[in-house]
């Protein structure tokens, strides 16, 4: 299964996350700080449907938030939209439990219309997409107890006939199969991306010039990594930024 099960939670985190962590049930929006399954989206859903294992908890409740999944002392949150709102909460957790945040990163999309034929989009993503969404948390890559899941997966895209506008509207995704899963625990793992070693000291273009990784992705990368403390800067090569790690 995707997560490891082998956490041993100490005697005193034990107690706070029983007496903080309560299994809930609740209506939707019923938490004041938390829609909980209120306007969940399909993808989420099924996610951590994939996701969970005998024994998880979902959606319970920890005052002022609701965690997806509690397994044992670790923290699961799926999130398919923008880290960026969602960064003041991953914060909280990490102090409180371990926390794993889990990411969906589509490399194949099937839209399928209401009307027509459905049809492969032609849009493609690799692996460093990711540092557009972590480059909002990146204070949290070397935080001790914080890890971070990627399941590649293709997804069908569902349009529908926008009647206020010429066009289509998404009305939602849904997961059609799990490619493959990446995890990262510490700042080593994300280095492991690159192949070959990544050069001592590096500037943005080098690393387009080497990997081919587009040029607002390596923005989106140097960012995370200066802010998690990874990379640290150098000085100037020209008229460019030069890094360290």
């Not at 397994?71 to 960026?84: K, M, N, P």
């Not at 590649?152 to 009647?163: A, I, L």
């Not at 500037?203 to 990368?221: E, P």
Request: a positive charge; proline letters at 4%.
């Amino acid at each position: 299964m995707l997560l490891c099960t082998c956490h041993l939670c100490s005697a005193k985190r034990s107690i706070v996350l029983k007496e903080n962590c309560i299994s809930s049930n609740r209506l939707p929006g019923q938490n004041e700080n938390d829609f909980g399954t209120y306007m969940e989206g399909d993808l989420h859903r099924q996610l951590k449907a994939w996701i969970s294992m005998p024994g998880d908890r979902m959606e319970a409740s920890y005052t002022p938030y609701i965690i997806d999944i509690v397994r044992d002392d670790l923290f699961i949150e799926v999130q398919t939209g923008s880290f960026h709102t969602c960064r003041k909460k991953f914060e909280t957790l990490c102090q409180k439990a371990k926390l794993t945040v889990v990411y969906p990163l589509v490399l194949k999309t099937y839209i399928k219309y209401s009307d027509k034929k459905a049809r492969l989009s032609p849009r493609r993503r690799s692996i460093f997409h990711i540092f557009n969404e972590l480059s909002s948390i990146g204070n949290l890559l070397s935080t001790p107890g914080f890890s971070f899941e990627v399941l590649e997966c293709s997804v069908t895209e569902h349009r529908d006939r926008n009647r206020s506008r010429k066009g289509y509207r998404i009305t939602g995704r849904t997961l059609l199969e799990v490619l493959g899963k990446r995890r990262f625990v510490c700042p080593g793992d994300y280095f492991k991306l690159f192949s070959p070693s990544l050069p001592k000291q590096f500037t943005n273009g080098d690393l387009v010039k080497i990997y081919g990784i587009r040029r607002h992705l390596v923005s989106a990368l140097t960012l995370t990594f200066r802010r998690a403390g990874m990379i640290r800067l150098a000085g100037k090569r020209g008229r460019f930024h030069l890094y360290e790690y």
